[in-house]
């Protein structure tokens, strides 16, 4: 069945390939911060293993969204681990870090995130795709502030 929502053909493409990078890179920091949860350790265990917490939850909301605006403009979502790491530019954690490096990691990798969802936005733009632009903008604002509280958690 087609999909008629006013969006080009190309332009439903192009949306959901971004949307696929920014799923694929919020995915791989929910894997990230989910394994930070599980094995920080020192001074600050109990704040952090909280803060952790809340962080993989949002995400663990948030991809759903994303896949399902995937969905919605007539493209698959990626679903396996091989596909999500082929196109994130969120890097795989090697191993256990100490929690300051954690800290500073996962700080960048929200920078990260914030970038991509902000191509996102150019493309939700171009093609005209409001939708996608409501799901997304919301998400440069959380992936943001997220890396400042964690820069301010580091210092």
């Keep these: 069945m087609?999909?008629?929502i006013g969006i080009a053909d190309e332009g439903k493409v192009q949306s959901a390939n971004a949307i696929k990078k920014l799923l694929a890179d919020t995915?791989?920091?929910?894997?990230?911060?989910?394994?930070?949860h599980w094995n920080v350790e020192g001074p600050h265990f109990q704040q952090l293993h909280e803060?952790?917490?809340q962080q993989y939850v949002e995400m663990w909301n948030a991809?759903?969204?994303l896949a399902e605006r995937i969905r919605a403009l007539g493209e698959y979502a990626p679903s396996s681990y091989s596909q999500m790491a082929s196109i994130s530019s969120v890097e795989e954690e090697p191993g256990p870090s100490d929690w300051q490096t954690m800290?500073?990691?996962l700080a960048k990798d929200h920078e990260q995130v914030a970038k991509t969802a902000r191509g996102v936005l150019r493309v939700a733009e171009d093609v005209?795709?409001?939708?996608?632009a409501d799901v997304v903008t919301p998400r440069v604002t959380l992936h943001e502030k997220t890396a400042w509280m964690l820069r301010a958690t580091a210092a």
Excluded: N, P, Q, R
């Excluded at 995915?27 to 930070?36: R, V």
């Excluded at 005209?128 to 996608?132: E, I, K, Q, S, Y």
């Design 2 to 4: 087609d999909i008629d």
């Design 27 to 36: 995915y791989a920091l929910y894997l990230k911060t989910h394994g930070y």
């Design 51 to 53: 803060l952790f917490m």
């Design 63 to 65: 991809v759903d969204e």
């Design 103 to 105: 800290v500073s990691k």
């Design 128 to 132: 005209g795709d409001a939708a996608t």
